[in-house]
């Protein structure tokens, strides 16, 4: 089971079990994914579109999770309430998916956020030149994982945005990646990245406030002109970028991404509200 597990508990088919028991459960399969959730106040962000995106994962490997989606959803919940509703992220593993009834493990995995400096100012980045074989699924790819920590570290950046062979920046390694010019956003189109649940609502956002969103190529030699860059995802949010490699961007000054971060937070706090229990 993943070094990442933490807290008192987790759950198997149904089950809340002490962590001190993890190491009796083997998550090893071909066909595995994988979701990331949010906890904030005892609430699991966007669960429903997370579960969701569970099943499309699933579907794109020919396989599915209906029979077992009710015992996830129902999982989670007993899982946070077992913990005590950590701030936590929480990871649910889906594995066996050959099966007819796949088997999952739901546990908060440690999580860390970027400070309120990172927001106030932006991070480093670095350009990678990777490519997901699958980037509409959310599958474990374990040597994809270590290839980017190795990078990072070398580089002492807090993301990697990946370079496919056509020289485009399709999406973060953890992360989807905008671009702002002309008071647009542009991003990737949606057939080479994963669909974070983020960048749905940064759709929603921008509709809704009447900012201009398009899905297009970002080849490399576009940078030049942007006017700023900000990457999405569960733990990082809205978080503006003020470097990609040795290119700097005023991204924490733009008024388009400040719009939105203030957006996306108020969102999240009135998810918070609505579902709350």
Known sequence: MSSDITESYF?????????????????GSSRTIYEVIRVISGVPLFLERHLER??????????????????????????????GSPDKNVKIIVYNLENGRPDY??????????????????????????????????IINSSFKERVASALSDAMAHEALLVNSENEITEGSRSNIF???????LTAPKGNVLIGITRVCVFELCKSLGIEIMEKP??????????????TGTSPKLLPI?????????????KVI????KAYDDMLKEYIKSNSR
């Open 11 to 27: 759950v198997s088919e149904n089950r809340i079990i002490p962590v001190s028991e993890a190491s009796a459960h083997s998550t």
């Open 54 to 83: 569970l099943e499309a994962s699933a579907g794109l490997v020919g396989c599915s999770i209906q029979l077992v989606a009710a015992d996830i959803e129902k999982g989670v919940i007993q899982l946070i309430k077992a913990n």
């Open 105 to 138: 493990m739901i546990y908060f995995i440690k999580s860390s956020y970027p400070s309120s400096e990172d927001y106030r100012k932006g991070v480093s980045t670095i350009l990678l030149n990777e490519e997901r074989a699958n980037p509409n699924a959310k």
């Open 179 to 185: 671009f702002v010019k002309n008071d647009a956003v």
């Open 218 to 231: 970002i080849s490399l030699s576009m940078l030049k002109d942007m006017d700023g860059v900000f990457m």
């Open 242 to 254: 003020r470097s990609i490699d040795d290119m700097s961007f005023a991204s924490s000054d733009n």
């Open 258 to 261: 400040m719009t939105l971060m």
